[in-house]
């Protein structure tokens, strides 16, 4: 079981840097068809007038994939902002049970987005929902992605809380303290 979820969590990852990848691909691409419009302009020759319809949408709902599918993968790998002054400010017997009110707490929440997040691309699906750009796209494709990563973060909350209520550290407790800009403890 450890061993799928792990995959999942770097699957999820990885779909991530694809999108990225993927705006950074489009928007070069965009880029160098202007750059090439200018250099025919230049020489007298007719411009193509290259043009990735619907792009800032598209590049927008890429963005959307790549934020929600990330959130599973960061939270696993401890690169999450967290705030723990308070944690810091109890003593050392209240902080297994604080940090385990927060992990519940945070499952139900992002429990609650995920269901609200499914119902938002079941009605999108059900009404034919499109975008409003060049290019129409069904708005529950992007939402798909969105609904997909906090289904995915809900799995690594509720995985990282029956790790510390086991006894265990948290997978994202265990990167605390790591100096993440050098990749040194």
């Known amino acids: 079981m450890r061993k799928a979820l792990d995959m999942l969590y770097a ?17 070069s691409v965009q880029v160098l068809g202007r750059v090439a419009d200018k250099a025919l ?8 007038g290259f043009l990735i319809p619907s792009l800032a949408e598209i590049c927008g709902f890429l963005l ?4 929600f599918l990330a959130l599973a993968s960061t939270l696993r790998h401890g690169v999450h902002i967290r705030v723990n002054l308070l944690l810091q400010s109890v003593p050392e017997a209240a902080q297994r049970p604080l940090n ?9 929440l992002s429990g609650f987005l995920a ?17 409003f ?15 997909a ?13 029956l790790v510390l209520l086991r006894g265990q550290v948290p997978v994202f407790a265990q990167h605390e303290g790591e100096d993440l800009v050098e990749g040194r403890e």
Do not use: K
């Open 133 to 147: 750009g060049i290019i129409p796209i069904p708005l529950w494709i992007p939402q798909t992605t969105m609904a």
């Open 41 to 48: 302009q230049l020489f007298g020759y007719p411009v193509y």
């Open 64 to 67: 959307v994939a790549a934020s």
């Open 115 to 131: 269901f609200q997040g499914g119902n938002l691309v079941l009605e999108s699906y059900r009404f034919g929902e499109v975008s």
């Open 11 to 27: 699957a999820s990852g990885v779909a991530a840097a694809a999108a990225i990848v993927a705006i950074a691909v489009l928007v």
């Open 149 to 161: 990563g906090l289904v995915i973060l809900t799995i690594a909350l509720l995985d990282d809380l």
């Open 100 to 108: 385990a009110l927060v992990l519940m707490a945070g499952t139900a």
